[in-house]
């Protein structure tokens, strides 16, 4: 079973949602993070005609299914999860926070249970009466100045944790590293442009052999602090090089 | 330092955004998440004085710096992030996926660090020139269908990424479970229970002593299954109680 036939195990239900766009913004988060089953229990009608009918809603919105109680939308699901940022009285359900809701959700979906997930509407959430078809309640954490959430945005942050595992997570390769030949190659050449252009004064007999830090010492630390890439090595040779050979033409003009 | 003052090194900076409701909606969700610093670069005015002049519009968003160009509007920060959902073409900046994106932002606002994360226009993103104003890239994964993510979820889902250890993640202590002795009381009530009702028939002198699970062990396995709270156990022992009761009353008037 692969992990994307497993997410269509997760059901969102939106329940009596008033706002097209806060719909279509619920679809096209799990279009993002590759879930594909929607219901909506009474809907608010002209909301959810508007966003079905919108351009460029999508295959999700389409097939979403329509029903008229909670108890109806979740009949078939072995686990019933109702949502809530804000909580302003003592909760009548266990509640998980959103990371540890979303490792339980993974582990029934991979079982090949169905799960459902409910979101309420804008103004007023879930009712009791809603969560109380729910085994449990996950909350996003969220400050107490503004508790309560837009409901896409809330959508989008539980999907995408709930997906978190499905989707690459790693940065791809980056440019290989530099080897040290060409880091030295660098430090000779910026070495020779620092002398060149007169930033480096020549060695004088005067002084100590041997002073604390060396110019060619410290540039060499520079261009290693650098962590250079292979490609940037090159870059930065190749310019050194014009900086170089247009002195060497200036200094001949002279 | 707390972590709330933490937060408000990052500076959430929207790159010519054109649709009022989405920068009411990231603003939004910086509330929900503690963040409070805003900057938007090129706003088209319209919809930044729509945004402003909402009702419920936040003080983020009446606070919010105003900028023409990213170059100013990143002058402060040590660190710039530009995000991208989409990549349609070869990266020209190292890239970062959003779980170790927010780690590496933490580290840098708790060090103290002026951090801007950039987010581009609704329909093109950021440009090439205002990412190279950028240390690099942060890719929040989605899937191939549907790359592009709304403007206002994105934010939310980064920010809430970032946030994700300054709020509480662990679910508040439960009811205590319930005791042995009273699950035992409650065994022993289920059981009266179900011989007063006929669903268990008295022993039967003939049978084996010995069944292979007697019905008073079977009737304890499930009580433990259920893994009750003490709440729910004296819940369910008052039922059971009156239960008994009206059995009696019944059975006396026969």
């Given amino acids: 079973v692969s992990p994307r036939f497993q997410l269509d195990r997760l059901q969102v239900v939106l329940v009596a949602p008033r706002n097209p766009l806060n719909i279509g913004a619920a679809a096209r988060a799990m279009a993002n993070f590759g879930f594909h089953r929607l219901r909506v229990v009474n809907p608010y009608q002209l909301a959810f005609h508007e966003a079905r009918s919108a351009v460029g809603a999508s295959s999700i919105l389409t097939a979403a299914e329509e029903f008229s109680t909670v108890?109806?939308?979740?009949?078939?699901?072995?686990?019933?999860?109702?949502?809530?940022?804000?909580?302003?009285?003592?909760?009548?359900?266990?509640?998980?926070?959103?990371?540890?809701?979303?490792?339980?959700?993974?582990?029934?979906?991979?079982?090949?249970?169905?799960?459902?997930?409910?979101?309420?509407?804008?103004?007023?959430?879930?009712?009791?009466?809603?969560?109380?078809?729910?085994?449990?309640?996950?909350?996003?954490?969220?400050?107490?100045?503004?508790?309560?959430?837009?409901?896409?945005?809330?959508?989008?942050?539980?999907?995408?944790?709930?997906?978190?595992?499905?989707?690459?997570?790693?940065?791809?390769?980056?440019?290989?590293?530099?080897?040290?030949?060409?880091?030295?190659?660098?430090?000779?050449?910026?070495?020779?442009?620092l002398s060149a252009s007169g930033y480096l004064k020549p060695h004088k007999p005067g002084k100590s052999k041997h002073p604390k830090s060396p110019p060619d010492e410290k540039i060499r630390r520079l261009v290693r602090r650098l962590q250079l890439s292979a490609a940037d090595a090159k870059l930065l040779l190749g310019i050194l090089r014009q900086i170089l050979w247009k002195i060497d033409v200036l200094n001949s003009h002279q």
Avoid at 111 to 121: E, H, I, P, R, Y
Avoid at 144 to 167: F, K, W, Y
């Fill in 71 to 193: 108890r109806q939308a979740v009949a078939d699901c072995q686990l019933v999860i109702g949502t809530a940022s804000v909580c302003r009285r003592e909760p009548l359900h266990p509640v998980q926070y959103l990371a540890n809701a979303a490792l339980l959700i993974r582990k029934r979906i991979a079982a090949d249970n169905t799960v459902a997930m409910l979101f309420g509407s804008e103004k007023r959430g879930l009712s009791n009466a809603e969560l109380s078809h729910c085994h449990w309640v996950l909350r996003i954490p969220t400050f107490d100045d503004q508790p309560s959430m837009n409901l896409g945005q809330a959508v989008a942050i539980c999907l995408h944790e709930i997906a978190r595992n499905t989707l690459p997570a790693s940065a791809p390769q980056k440019s290989a590293p530099a080897v040290c030949s060409d880091l030295e190659r660098l430090t000779r050449r910026l070495l020779e442009t």
